[in-house]
């Protein structure tokens, strides 16, 4: 009667109240769980009047028209989940079944979710992890030479959140013979992504697909976190670092071994509970988390927290911006990727703290403004008001570098790109007729942390890599 996915599902149900099958199509597996004794009744849902009426054919061949019920409902929307124990969700995408489960009218707590996703598995665990579901157990089928996932999850408070990573690899036991070949498949997929990334000219992205494709059997392995240290100092020296900076190995852990990192621009709180949800060891950001001497650690602030969980936090700041490779040439490669030229780097100041780029064609200003707003990802940019803006040579400064347009201009720059521009330097732009465009300091910066995933996964790919969600603009624009 049923097929292997279906029959994978009816083995998981609990049979200790009534189970709802959502998008039932022709009662099949209603029938087999009520004539298998699964189960004493069945809520068969469908958004569709023709499933429905193939239902109730199903229902009447079997002679159990008193133990189920057919409901026409779009998801859950006309289910009554009073006295529901399994819901069983099969054949849809993945996103498909995110939206059901989301728009339900009744609490799921307590009910056991029977999930078998068609596509896009991954983004129905990582909902599943993000609002307060546990994933107890996943299993693979085979249906003919086709493979099928079958995933049982319930609500449990304090659940962990998921890396991209760890979405797309799922939840197989190690004795899965299927779900090693749907892995197999997986990592096979990703490297077909990588190979089109990178004729795309998107080399950090094809390296990430690169590195997820080769832990996607083993799961990855244990780094040293002195050695991630090492290789980012060597990277991007800390002795390049600014005299008031403060780079480097700043919260210690007592783990010593590293398995996942998130890469953040700020470590802020929302940074550290997202470390702490995602299981991370190591934190990676780009601004210091101890700036200014302390005087005092206060509770709700990330140096405690980090502390208190156990989670290490490195700081590349100026030393980033300044060594090759780093913020500020990440910036400029994109420039000339965009502009189409090779792009001849020259430092802007002694220490290397910002740098220039000679155009091959003069460029106008606002053909410039809407490559940055492209390369940054932002909707709007500040820029000089003076009035002529044709453009041949620039200079860049990531974050908050208006005070070296006078460097800039000494120089022969025409104009600095650069972020967190005061006032009085916007005046004395103007009056000297020199342009200064202001693509924000949050902008400027947090574009780098792309690179610095790519150079640690090309290093060490057995690490779960990921750029934190949090590490997001800190002001809102109306």
């Known amino acids: 009667m049923l097929d292997n996915r279906l029959k994978m599902c009816a083995d998981m149900i609990s049979g200790e109240g009534i189970v709802c099958d959502v998008g039932t199509d022709h009662a099949l597996l209603a029938a087999h769980l009520i004539t298998k004794g699964k189960c004493e009744k069945v809520i068969a849902s469908d958004i569709n009047e023709g499933p429905l009426e193939s239902a109730r054919k199903t229902v009447e061949k079997y002679g159990i028209s008193g133990k189920i019920d057919l409901v026409l409902s779009d998801g859950l929307k006309n289910v009554n989940g009073e006295g529901v124990s399994d819901i069983v969700i099969a054949g849809m995408g993945g996103e498909t079944i995110v939206k059901i489960l989301s728009e339900c009218q009744f609490d799921l707590n307590g009910i056991r979710l029977i999930l078998q996703p068609m596509t896009k598995a991954e983004i129905l665990r990582k909902w599943l992890a993000d609002y307060g579901y546990k994933i107890v157990s996943e299993i693979g089928v085979f249906e003919g030479e086709k493979l ?8 449990m408070p304090g659940c962990e959140s998921l890396t991209e990573f760890e979405a797309l690899r799922g939840f197989y036991s190690d004795d899965d013979e299927v779900g090693k070949i749907i892995r197999q498949k997986e990592a096979e997929r990703l490297l077909k992504v990588s190979k089109s990334l990178k004729k795309a000219g998107k080399e ?11 832990r996607m059997v083993d799961g990855g392995n244990f780094v040293r976190t002195s050695d991630i240290y090492k290789f980012l100092d060597e990277k991007y020296p800390v002795s390049l670092q600014e005299s008031w900076d403060n780079s480097g190995y700043i919260i210690e852990s007592d783990n010593e071994e590293c398995s996942k990192i998130l890469l953040t621009l700020d470590i802020t709180n929302d940074a550290v509970e997202e470390s702490v949800y995602k299981k991370a060891d190591l934190i990676i950001s780009h601004h210091p988390v101890i700036f200014n001497p302390l005087k005092k650690i206060q509770v709700d602030t990330p140096v405690y927290r980090l502390v208190k969980n156990d989670i290490g936090a490195i700081c590349m700041h100026t030393n980033l911006d300044i060594a090759e490779g780093g913020t500020n040439s990440v910036i400029v490669r994109k420039i000339a990727e965009k502009l189409n030229i090779s792009a001849n780097i020259e430092p802007l100041d002694d220490s290397g703290l910002g740098c220039i780029i000679e155009l091959e064609k003069v460029t106008d200003c606002v053909e410039l403004a809407e490559i940055l707003k492209e390369i940054f990802d932002i909707d709007r ?14 200079a860049v400064c990531s974050g908050s570098g208006g005070s070296l347009w006078k460097l800039a201009k000494a120089k022969g720059c025409d104009a600095l790109i650069t972020g967190d521009v005061k006032h009085d330097v916007w005046i004395d732009a103007n009056n000297s007729k020199f342009t200064i465009i202001d693509c924000g300091h949050f902008h400027t910066e947090n574009i780098v942390l792309w690179e610095l995933r790519r150079v640690l996964e090309e290093k060490f790919p057995m690490l779960d890599i990921e750029i934190a969600e949090s590490s997001e603009d800190p002001c809102e624009y109306f």
């Open 204 to 214: 950090n992205d094809a390296v990430h697909y690169v590195a997820m494709a080769s």
């Open 148 to 155: 099928y996932t079958v995933i049982t999850a319930s609500a």
């Open 381 to 394: 940019i500040k820029m000089s008001s003076w009035g002529e803006f044709i453009l041949s040579k620039i």
